[in-house]
């Protein structure tokens, strides 16, 4: 596997949102980099404490974009961050309970999960960028 390579077409025009999806990835980045090395697992539970932060700030912001910009598909999108809030939650207390989580269970979910949800959800919201609020 390899790191995500931030690409232009991730991009939104929303700075703030562009800015956090870029901290997103990084944070993943993290994980792959020492994925093959014995910091693996300490990383993985870094990784995921980071990932219920970013989340918590991260999906209120796209969420008020789209509630400000009247935008249809709202809920369904709200839908989508919630489940992956829910299973990040679930990994997270597994790791708990077992004091241990293969960065295997971990990172090709988190990787997929992002890539496809940026590039098939949050792109959508390119439409609101040359809104007046985002100048
Ligand atoms: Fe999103």
Redesign the pocket.
């Known amino acids: 596997m390899s790191v995500i390579k931030w690409q232009t077409a991730y991009e939104i025009g929303i700075p703030k949102?562009d800015a956090q999806?870029r901290e997103f990835v990084e944070l993943i980045n993290k994980l792959e980099l020492v994925a093959y090395s014995k910091h693996a697992e300490t990383v993985v539970e870094e990784v995921l404490i980071g990932l219920v932060d970013h989340i918590r700030y991260?999906?209120p912001v796209?969420?008020r974009v789209m509630a400000e910009n009247q935008y249809s598909q709202i809920d369904r999108?709200a839908e989508?961050?919630l489940e992956f809030a829910h299973k990040v939650a679930q990994l997270l207390r597994k790791l708990k309970e077992n004091s241990y989580v293969p960065v295997q269970d971990v990172l090709p979910y988190l990787k997929s999960w992002l890539v496809s949800?940026?590039l098939r959800?949050?792109t959508k919201?390119r439409i609101f960028a040359s809104s007046e609020m985002f100048k």
Request: no cysteine; charged share 30%; aromatic share 8%.
């Open positions: 949102v999806n991260h999906f796209e969420e999108h989508l961050h949800h940026i959800e949050d919201l």
